[in-house]
T-cell receptor, first 111, second 111 residues
Framework: GEDVEQSLFLSVREGDSSVINCTYT??????LYWYKQEPGAGLQLLTY?????DMKQDQRLTVLLNKKDKHLSLRIADTQTGDSAIYFC???????????FGSGTRLSIRP | DTAVSQTPKYLVTQMGNDKSIKCEQN?????MYWYKQDSKKFLKIMFS???????INETVPNRFSPKSPDKAHLNLHINSLELGDSAVYFC??????????FGSGTRLTVV
């Protein structure tokens, strides 16, 4: 079946690292994505990882993929107030021409 | 130069009315989508068109009818609007598995 799960809320202190976790069900997914949605705004593609990779780093963002456990994580280093948003994990199954989203994790930053 | 543009950005209308949301992409992508985001921020696919042909039609009431006059446009027409149709509707386009680009959304409020 097609299902992407993530926790709904995460609160971190400014300057700390944020880790947002996600599990997915379709092992055929060739690409996995992280999208960011700020309040009242659209969906911004943050980063993606191809299924044959274990890790991808892009400035403050690190994506880890454990294909065996179907687990994806997004680490944001040195979290800033501008990182407050909803972060969506998504998969793109090879059998379906669509992208399937998780429920989104609302990241809040405390001083 | 907005890649995926939707109009209108906000739409407030009464129950029972018929309304349309327009979407245009200037990326040269072959596939376009409509997604619905409900009040809990869940994102679900509604429709997908590839080169003007319908390829995905999820379990959406037939009051919703997509129309693709050419591969750069995918409009969404909704008949007999109901309160439960209130949501944010996102248009997106895709060239291959990487490259889902979303519009900024249309917030529909049915009163």
């Amino acid at each position: 079946g097609e299902d992407v799960e993530q926790s709904l809320f995460l609160s971190v202190r400014e300057g700390d690292s944020s880790v947002i976790n996600c599990t997915y069900t379709d092992s055929s997914s060739t690409y996995l994505y992280w999208y960011k949605q700020e309040p009242g705004a659209g969906l911004q593609l943050l980063t993606y990882i191809f299924s044959n990779m274990d890790m991808k780093q892009d400035q403050r963002l690190t994506v880890l993929l454990n294909k065996k456990d179907k687990h994806l994580s997004l680490r944001i280093a040195d979290t800033q107030t501008g990182d407050s948003a909803i972060y969506f994990c998504a998969e793109s199954p090879s059998s379906a021409s669509k992208i399937i989203f998780g429920s989104g994790t609302r990241l809040s930053i405390r001083p | 130069d907005t890649a995926v543009s939707q109009t209108p950005k906000y739409l407030v209308t009464q129950m029972g009315n018929d309304k349309s949301i327009k979407c245009e992409q200037n990326l040269g992508h072959d596939t376009m989508y409509w997604y619905k985001q409900d009040s809990k921020k869940f994102l679900k696919i509604m429709f997908s068109y590839n080169n003007k042909e319908l390829i995905i039609n999820e379990t959406v009431p037939n009051r919703f009818s997509p129309k693709s006059p050419d591969k750069a446009h995918l409009n969404l027409h909704i008949n007999s609007l109901e309160l439960g149709d209130s949501a944010v509707y996102f248009c997106a386009s895709r060239h291959d598995s990487y490259g889902y680009t979303f519009g900024s959304g249309t917030r529909l409020t049915v009163v």
